[in-house]
Structures are given as structure tokens and as C-alpha cells.
């Protein structure tokens, strides 16, 4: 393992900690950190095995980090002062990835955000793969655009970050959260927000099974099997303090997600009201998202996890609703029956789920749910009335098209 590996399994401040303490000291080496007054002692058999930026991420010193990244070739300065980049805050930022060919070959563009007008976004403190990025963007004013070469070593999991890049671009429902969510977490070490206090999921590794199957993309697949030195500019876009945005689900602890479902349901009923449908179809979405993850912390069939199970039950009722009016009359079908099975007397996805068949010509399964609303709550036997005699005449009159359409052939 070479020292940079070692430093980046060793990025948690309290195992490097632990490392340094029990080190063998053939010299001591007073190495001041930059603005403060403490130096640390170094073992200089150590420091002559690693570059500087893996002693910066072993010692989990930002500051030193910082230094490196001076080397910078900043294209345009920006503007203010430099941001408070505390843990939590977002930022937003497109960037340009450029192999570093030979003397004379011409120059391989991989990455391009700004022509696929999607920019990345990162969350400080969450253990972005390309540690790399996240400390440069620490050290950049909004709007300015910077330059830098990185070595190959440092690049080792650029390919995957790209990946993420190219399926948010690539999805036209890139902002919808669960397709985000997945993919962000996929590339965090740290995930659901956890403060340290609780149990962390069991960490998932994709890079080997990337080495035997592919990203899916052949430049991507080229640069895991030959990692080459590459050219990086980014050009910061905007930056969120923790409390000026939406936070999603994999940035939330457990509290914020239970605190957060009322939220979601109070807005989205809002949003409904003043005939924004799709958006709170989102708000209801991103609840139903919040009760899944925290069901995960739940044994099965506990009392605890029942309670959260049933929580759904609102939730995919308004959802329905919303994909009712879009038309996606499919999902409906699926929301409904989801909800049934936690609430069978539910009427309104019973009504809401007839009505879906109805669109589909599901006849049967239609004539069903509107019997069962009309018996379950007699005060819709009016509304179950009047679309069973919809029915019958939209079934009479395909009969009819079938008819002539069969008449025609036969007598043509």
C-alpha cells in the first residue's frame, strides 16, 4: 500500500490521531501549522515517505490542504470574500476534466459540465470521494474559475465521480430525489446526516466490481485500468449555508427526518391547494423517501416499525392524487394498492384507483373498487353512480367502433 492509500484510509481525525501517537520518533522535527501557535512532531522517516497533500489528508488538516492548492492557476478571481465553508454548506460549481497528453497529441476533453448545463453539487464535510475538490473549492471566492494539474495518484477515483456526473446530466428527471439521493450517497462515506452518535451502515465498495464489469462508459473504463494525470478547472456557482436549503434525506439524521415528514405534508397540502400538483407530488415523494430510510433502522413487524409503515398510508393517498391528475394513471394503480394494503377501507384510493383502471380499461378491476367505495362509504354512492355509467357508455361505444371496424373486414 502506497502512502497515499494509507492516508486515505486513514482520513478520520481519531485514527490518525491514534497512528501518531504510537509512531517510533528516530528525530524530532518541529512542523509549525500554519496560523496557530502548537506545532506537532513529526517522525521524519514518515514524512520522507509522503508527499505533502497525503500528509494533509493524514493529519486531517485542512489548513496544510489549503497551501498546497495555492498552486493553483486561478482564470478569473471571483467576487466577495471567501465563503464560510462550514460542515453542511453546499455548493454548486461546473468543472472541466482534461487528460494530460504527451508533447504533441492533441488534447482529450472527458468532462464538460457546462455543455451538459448540469453543474455538480457537494455537501462540505461529507467525505466527497475527490477529497481533492473539496478542499479547493474551500479556498475559492464565488465565480472564480481556477486550474490545476493533478497527479494520477490523486485521481484514482475520478472515474466514479464522473459516472455520478453524467447519469444527473443525463436523466431528465435528474431532480427528482430518490434518483439524486442514490446517487450522491453512493459516492459518501458518510451518509444520513449521522452526527457520530449512531451506527454507521455498512460501508459498500464498487470500484473493484467497476474493474470487472465497467462504468459504462470506455473513456471512464480506460482511466480505472490506466490512471493518468489530470487537468481540472472549476468555476465555483453558489454556496449554501446548512440553514439556507433543503436539506436531502442522506444529509438528514433521524430527528431531522421525523421532524421533517410534517413539513413536507403541511407544504405539499399547499401546494395542491394552488394547483401545483407536480411539486407536491415531490414534497410527497421525499416523505415517503424519509419513511423508507427510517424503517431501515426498524426490525420488521416490530411495533415501532409498524407505526412508521402506516405513516406511508397519507402520503401514497396524495401522491396518488397528483399522478391521477398528470395522467400517469399506471402509478396511480401502483400508489393506490400500496396504500390499501396498509388501509383496505381506504376510500379514497379505492376511488382513486378505479378511476386509474377506468383509464386503462381494466373494466373489471374498476367495477370492483366502485362497488366496494359505494358499500364501504354510502354517501359516494352518487359519484361511484355516476362513473359506473361512464363506464358503461365508454364500453358501449367501443363496442360499437369493434363492431364497424369488424363489419368492414369482413364485408370489404
Known amino acids: ?53 497525503s500528509l494533509a489528508i493524514l493529519l486531517s488538516d485542512q489548513q496544510m490542504a489549503f497551501n498546497l492548492i495555492q498552486s493553483r492557476k486561478v482564470l478569473y478571481a471571483g467576487t466577495g470574500d471567501v465563503p464560510d465553508y462550514r460542515d453542511g454548506t453546499k455548493v454548486s460549481f461546473h468543472f472541466r476534466t482534461v487528460k494530460v497528453a504527451a508533447d504533441g497529441a492533441e488534447e482529450l476533453v472527458i468532462d464538460d459540465t457546462r455543455k451538459c448545463g448540469k453543474p455538480m453539487e457537494l455537501i462540505i464535510g461529507k467525505k466527497f470521494k475527490l477529497i481533492l475538490w473539496e478542499e ?21 477515483d475520478y472515474p466514479f465521480v464522473s459516472k455520478l456526473s453524467r447519469l444527473v446530466a443525463d436523466r431528465v428527471l435528474c431532480t427528482d430525489y430518490p434518483f439524486v439521493s442514490k446517487c450522491y450517497r453512493q459516492f459518501s462515506t458518510k451518509t444520513n446526516g449521522s452526527t457520530g452518535d449512531e451506527e454507521p451502515p455498512p460501508a459498500r465498495h464498487c470500484c473493484g466490481m467497476a474493474m470487472k464489469t465497467g462504468l459504462g462508459h470506455e473513456d471512464l473504463d480506460k482511466l480505472v485500468t490506466n490512471p493518468s494525470d489530470l487537468e481540472f478547472t472549476i468555476e465555483l456557482l453558489s454556496v449554501e449555508s446548512p440553514e439556507d436549503y433543503d436539506k436531502e434525506i442522506w444529509q438528514m439524521n433521524a430527528e431531522e427526518m421525523v421532524n ?35 424503517l431501515l433502522r426498524e426490525k420488521p413487524g416490530d411495533e415501532d416499525w409498524a407505526r412508521l409503515d402506516a405513516m406511508k398510508v397519507p402520503f401514497l393517498s396524495n401522491l396518488s392524487q397528483c399522478r391521477l391528475i398528470a395522467g400517469d394513471y399506471y402509478q396511480v394503480i401502483e400508489f393506490t394498492t400500496e396504500c390499501l394494503q396498509r388501509d383496505p377501507n381506504n376510500t379514497k384510493a379505492l376511488f382513486r384507483r378505479a378511476k386509474a383502471h377506468v383509464r386503462v380499461w381494466n373494466s373489471t378491476e374498476a367495477r370492483r373498487d366502485f362497488e366496494l367505495v359505494s358499500t364501504l362509504d354510502p354517501t359516494l354512492a352518487k359519484a361511484v353512480q355516476k362513473e359506473l355509467q361512464a363506464l358503461d357508455a365508454s364500453e358501449k361505444s367501443s363496442d360499437r367502433k369493434d363492431s364497424q371496424l369488424l363489419r368492414g373486414k369482413l364485408f370489404s
Open 260 to 294: 421533517a415528514l410534517p413539513i413536507y405534508r403541511r407544504d405539499g397540502n399547499r401546494l395542491y391547494a394552488d394547483r401545483e400538483y407536480e411539486k407536491a407530488g415531490q414534497l410527497y415523494g421525499k416523505a415517503l423517501a424519509i419513511v423508507e430510510q427510517l
Open 136 to 156: 479547493w473549492i474551500k479556498s475559492m471566492r464565488v465565480r472564480e474559475v481556477s486550474r490545476l494539474v493533478a497527479d494520477r495518484v490523486l485521481c484514482t
Open 1 to 53: 500500500m502506497n502512502a497515499y492509500s494509507l492516508a486515505i484510509l486513514l482520513s478520520d481525525q481519531q485514527m490518525a490521531f491514534n497512528l501518531i501517537q504510537s509512531r517510533k520518533v528516530l528525530f524530532k522535527y518541529h512542523w509549525p501549522v500554519v496560523e496557530s501557535q502548537t506545532y506537532i512532531d513529526i517522525d521524519c522517516h514518515l514524512l520522507s515517505r509522503m508527499n505533502a497533500y
